[in-house]
Nanobody
C-alpha cells in the first residue's frame, strides 16, 4: 500500500503560479510511475502530467504543456507539479496517483492503483 498526501493548492489570480506536492509513504516511492490528474466540478477526471520511473520521461496534457512541470524527488518520496501562467480553466481538484504503467496508457486512470485525496486549485480571472 502507498499513502499519498497532496498539498500546495490554493487560490490565485490568472497568471499566477503554484507548486503542488505529493508525499508518499508506506512503500518504496521509487518503484512507481507517478502522475497528476485533475477534476473540475461537473467534469470527469482528466490527465495532467506523468513521470515514468524507468526512463524519467515526462508527459503532459496539451492544455498544460509549456506551463506545468512535473518532477519527483525519490530521496524525499515526493512528487511535485510546478504550475505557472495559471488560467481560470485550470481550476480543479488536483490528485496525485501512483501505479505501474505498461505501454503508453499513462494518461488514463486505470494503471494507477493509489490516489491521494486531492488539493483544490482555484484560479480567478
Amino acid at each position: 500500500q502507498v499513502q499519498l498526501v497532496e498539498s500546495g493548492g490554493g487560490s490565485v489570480q490568472a497568471g499566477g503560479s503554484l507548486r503542488l506536492s505529493c508525499v508518499a509513504s508506506g512503500h518504496t516511492f521509487s518503484s512507481y510511475d507517478m502522475a497528476w490528474f485533475r477534476q473540475a466540478p461537473g467534469k470527469e477526471r482528466e490527465f495532467v502530467s506523468a513521470i515514468r520511473i524507468m526512463t524519467w520521461d515526462r508527459h503532459y496534457a496539451d492544455s498544460v504543456q509549456g506551463r506545468f512541470i512535473i518532477s519527483r524527488d525519490n530521496d524525499k518520496n515526493t512528487l511535485y507539479l510546478r504550475m505557472i501562467s495559471l488560467k481560470p480553466e485550470d481550476t480543479a481538484v488536483y490528485f496525485c496517483a501512483a501505479g505501474a504503467v505498461t505501454g503508453d496508457n499513462y494518461y488514463t486512470p486505470t494503471p494507477y492503483a493509489f490516489w491521494g485525496q486531492g488539493t483544490q486549485v482555484t484560479v480567478s480571472s
